[in-house]
């Protein structure tokens, strides 16, 4: 019994101190020196409490994952094409990616569809997707509400963690996968959380020359 205490222990540790993962496909190398231009996806947001605001509003609470959403997927390409030279591939507009997905009717529909699909309505060779999710310890649902709607957190709310992929257009085939964990000092802004990762993802990310 008290070693199956001390494993439990060992585990707990392990999974606390994982806090950055990152998978590439056995085809990676040969695929992404194919990539030309990559387009950037909004994220998926998922905002949760540990305590439930007084008065919570589920449809504000979306509102706030849809803003925050919209807001890492225009920092991510603002990060990149600030170090343009440094990459081997272009990235589209994020105006232009959204206006596209709009007009082929899949902006609302990207969970129902396939990375290759996305790709073809884009017209580019890959895609970057992810996925946020914070889990905020804050009391204050007003502030944190506010925060979000300005493109983040007000200070110090919680914990999160982020994950980003790269999925190959012609063939819809996840490449790349980061994962991070990102603690109580996840920033006051969806630049400060983009920087953030890209300071832990530069050394492997894919398409540096």
Do not use: C
Request: charged share 25%; proline share 2%; hydrophobic share 40%.
């Amino acid at each position: 019994m008290k070693n199956v205490f001390i494993l439990s222990l060992f585990l707990f540790s392990l999974i606390g101190y994982s806090q950055k993962q990152v998978f590439e496909s056995p085809k990676f190398k040969t695929e992404i020196v194919k990539h030309k231009l990559v387009a950037i996806l909004p994220f998926n947001v998922k905002i949760t409490y540990k305590k439930q605001p007084k008065n919570f509003d589920a449809e504000a609470n979306r509102q706030q994952e849809l803003t925050m959403s919209n807001s890492i997927q225009s920092s991510m390409y603002t990060f990149l094409l600030r170090k343009s030279d440094k990459y081997s591939v272009s990235f589209q507009d994020v105006d232009k990616t959204n206006v596209l997905l709009k007009k082929a009717g899949i902006e609302d529909k990207l969970d129902e569809m396939t990375k290759d699909e996305i790709a073809k309505a884009l017209g580019v060779d890959a895609v970057i997707s992810g996925t946020f999710e914070s889990h905020q310890s804050k009391s204050e649902g007003a502030a944190i509400a506010s925060a979000v709607l300005f493109g983040g957190f007000g200070g110090k709310t919680g914990s999160g963690s982020l994950t980003m992929l790269i999925h190959n257009g012609i063939d819809g085939e996840l490449l790349w996968r980061f994962f991070k964990t990102m603690d109580d000092g996840i920033g006051t802004s969806t630049d400060d959380i983009v920087e953030s990762m890209m300071r832990k993802v530069s050394r492997n990310f894919p398409y540096l020359k």
